[in-house]
């Protein structure tokens, strides 16, 4: 509406302006009368009056339209701006979305490192847990310090070994939780600390309930960047390797003075038949059955020495077959009992057992019952008695041999050692010579080769029972075939 009243306005203006300028313009007839010529006099002046208020209006409309005009062009003006502001945010919302997908990018290949990162945590953790595991179920003792002395880890056997609570201990100085005795140990550990030596070994013996016992020990320190941040101690338990050792040494005596003795024998009797000083015939048959005694006694050594060495070698010959117990005692009771007569020893079997038939090498067995008598006689004193039974269990399908003395007994604390290899009884050492191999080839046989059992029960100053289990042969070849 405005628009439209401002171009009437403009048009009326228009109109008065233009009556003005004809007016103004327009001849001036001076043929006309006196009367004509002062009305159109009037005339024109009130033109001129109107032209003037249509310049004025026209001007007005002129001055508005003016206005319009520089409305619009800045309109324009401000439109242009906008549309380059527009390509602006345009170009920067395509460099804000770069920028966005960089970071996304980047966020993910921070998340695919975090969970790297992770995973390698999980990983440590479980290597950790694993190592730490493993630590705890060594039979070793392992004891772990840190810079200063301080304890930061012990396994069960280092706690079971010192006889103290690890969890209370950790992070004290070590040696105010350990007794007097352990205070070679505890030095030791500072000296390698303080002189960072890689490793220190050396033997320590440690008294235990049970006795004295030797731990091969180990001490190394931990170094990192030239520094030492910890030492770790291990402790191997090697008594029995210290007895065993030892035991492998009386052996080699024992067997030595058992080889020397029947050499001895042989010598100096072949010797005097040499030089003539069997002048009679009894002379030379007694001086020949003492020969061979001592060679059959040297070859027996020499037998149980190898066939221990082949039994755990898994390289002797086994040629199993039906056999008969009773027999099999019966012969070995005829080669036992001029030993036994001669210490004034009664030897005394059983009745013998119809269906006693076990699976078993016949050789070795004989080995087993002549072993097992000939220990009952020599720790059973003059007077005594050895008797040899035979039982067979149906139920169980096994057959037990067992030999008992009226010797001296043996210790409870040593009972339980009388099978292992070279073995002997302290106690009765001055009571026969012996290697200590004869009952260690007694089990090796009897539980290795034929899968028996052996056993033993003792009383020190009433006697002892020795014996063994066999399947049957009935039982074991109905096993086999099935």
């Known amino acids: 509406m405005r628009r439209q009243r401002r171009l009437v306005w403009a048009a009326v203006g228009t109109v008065m302006a233009s009556l003005c300028l004809a007016a103004l313009t327009g001849p001036y007839d001076s043929g006309i009368g006196e009367g004509w010529r002062s009305g159109f006099a009037a005339w024109r002046l009130a033109a001129c009056c109107l032209g003037a208020v249509g310049v004025i209006v026209l001007g007005l409309a002129y001055h508005r339209l003016a206005r319009t ?78 810079e200063s002395d301080r304890l930061l880890m012990a396994n069960t056997a280092a706690a079971h070994l010192f006889a103290f609570d690890p969890e209370q ?36 013996a440690f008294a235990g309930p049970d006795g004295p016992r030797t731990f091969d020990t180990i001490v190394s320190c931990v170094q990192e960047q030239d520094t030492v941040s910890g030492v770790v101690a291990v402790l191997h338990d090697i008594t029995r390797e210290k007895e065993v050792a030892q035991m492998k040494n009386d052996f080699v005596s024992h067997v030595s003075h058992e080889l ?26 007694e001086f020949y059955q003492v020969i061979q005694s001592q060679a059959q006694r040297l070859n027996r050594l ?41 210490k004034g020893i009664t030897v005394t079997g059983c009745n013998p057992i119809v269906y006693d038939q076990v699976m078993a090498d016949k050789d070795m067995i004989s080995q087993v ?28 399908a096994m057959a037990r041999v067992t030999v008992t003395d009226t010797g001296v007994g043996i210790p409870a604390d040593e009972i339980n050692h009388v099978f292992d290899k070279f073995y002997r009884v302290g106690a009765n050492n001055k009571q026969a010579k012996g290697t200590g191999l004869g009952l260690n080839l007694v089990r090796q ?24 289990e066999l399947p049957l042969a009935a039982a074991e070849l109905a096993g086999a075939t099935r």
């Open 69 to 146: 005009v520089a409305s619009i062009a800045r309109q324009l003006t401000w439109d242009s701006a906008a549309a380059t502001d527009l390509q602006t945010i345009e170009r920067a919302a395509e460099t804000v979305q770069t920028r966005l997908q960089d970071g996304q990018k980047t966020i993910a290949e921070l998340e695919t490192e975090l969970k790297d990162l992770r995973l390698r945590s999980r990983l440590s953790d479980r290597q950790k847990q694993h190592t730490e595991a493993i630590i705890y179920s060594l039979r070793d003792a392992v004891v772990v310090v840190d």
């Open 169 to 204: 201990a950790r992070y004290q100085p070590l040696g105010r939780n350990l007794d007097a005795q352990y205070e070679d140990f505890v030095e030791l550990i500072q000296r390698s600390r303080q002189s960072a030596t890689e490793a220190t070994r050396r033997e320590m």
């Open 260 to 285: 020397k003795t029947p050499l001895a024998s042989i010598t100096a009797y072949s010797e005097m038949l040499v030089d003539g000083e069997a002048d009679d015939e009894q002379t030379r048959k």
């Open 302 to 342: 020499i037998e149980d020495i190898l066939n221990v060495s082949r039994i755990e070698s898994g390289l002797i010959k086994v040629q199993k077959e039906p056999v008969s117990l009773t027999i099999l005692i019966e012969q070995q009771m005829q080669m036992i009992k001029g030993f036994a007569e001669d």
């Open 369 to 396: 019952i002549v072993n097992l008598l000939s220990n009952a006689v020599k720790y059973t004193p003059a007077g005594g008695s050895v008797r040899i039974e035979t039982d067979v269990n149906e139920v169980d």
């Open 445 to 468: 046989i009897v539980e290795k080769v034929h899968n028996g059992r052996v056993f033993v029960a003792s009383q020190v100053g009433v006697g002892s029972t020795f014996g063994f």
